[in-house]
């Protein structure tokens, strides 16, 4: 079956431009996350939507970032006035509404560039 | 203290070694534990989740230390293909969280 996707898989901007990352999450999962991968770093958590709930921004890095669920399937993740310490990889995996089956799904990632 | 910290490596072992990946996390109150593998520009897959008890999987043995917070993931018998980064991960709660990585440990498997 299809896994998670992301789109573009290849962003590279000026600084100060805006940016707009794509997720499909796998289909019936209702559990979405986005990470952020920075070079030779671990992965940084970002936000997390779960199902109606209220999403958890906690790991949000600044005001310029943003995402979007609609109708519980695709995400986007928005980067305002984009500095070049945003360059990393942007992940975004999935996973089941099941409370002991906690395997997250990766997608490929986005890698943003910023110059 | 990191939340989660393991030897970045890189480990360079020939085919057929055993090799052994530690991590600690720094929330006794973490409820589940996995061990996540990543290939150079690539997503992490889970590998194998880490149980109280000590688990296998083929060559693979993870094993949880709850009391010294601490988790180990042993691989026997490396293959070449076993060369990718071990991502140490830890869900802090229950059910579906946010996990939180480990920066990884890199694994060269030499023929």
């Known amino acids: 079956g299809a896994g998670v996707s992301q789109s573009p898989s290849n962003k590279v901007t000026e600084k100060g431009k805006d940016v707009e990352l794509r997720c499909d999450p796998i289909s019936g999962h209702t559990a979405l996350y986005w990470y952020r991968q920075s070079l030779g770093q671990g992965l940084e958590f970002l936000i997390y939507f779960q199902g109606n709930s209220a999403p958890d921004k906690s790991g949000l890095p600044s005001d310029r970032f943003s995402a979007e669920r609609t109708g519980g399937s695709v995400s986007t993740l928005t980067i305002q006035r984009t500095q070049q310490e945003d360059s990393a990889v942007y992940l975004c995996a999935s996973s089941l509404d099941e409370g002991y089956q906690e395997t997250q799904y990766f997608g490929p990632g986005t890698r943003l560039l910023v110059l | ?111």
């Open chain 2, 1 to 111: 203290r990191k939340e989660v910290e393991q030897d970045p490596g890189p480990f360079n072992v020939p085919e057929g070694a055993t090799v052994a990946f530690n991590c600690t996390y720094s929330n006794s109150a973490s409820q589940s534990f996995f061990w996540y593998r990543q290939d150079c520009r690539k997503e992490p897959k889970l590998l194998m989740s880490v149980y109280s008890s000590g688990n296998e999987d083929g060559r693979f043995t993870a094993q949880l230390n709850r009391a010294s917070q601490y988790i180990s993931l042993l691989i026997r018998d490396s293959k070449l293909s076993d060369s990718a980064t071990y991502l140490c991960v830890v869900n802090m709660r229950s059910g579906n969280t946010p996990l939180v990585f480990g920066k990884g440990t890199r694994l060269s498997v030499i023929a």
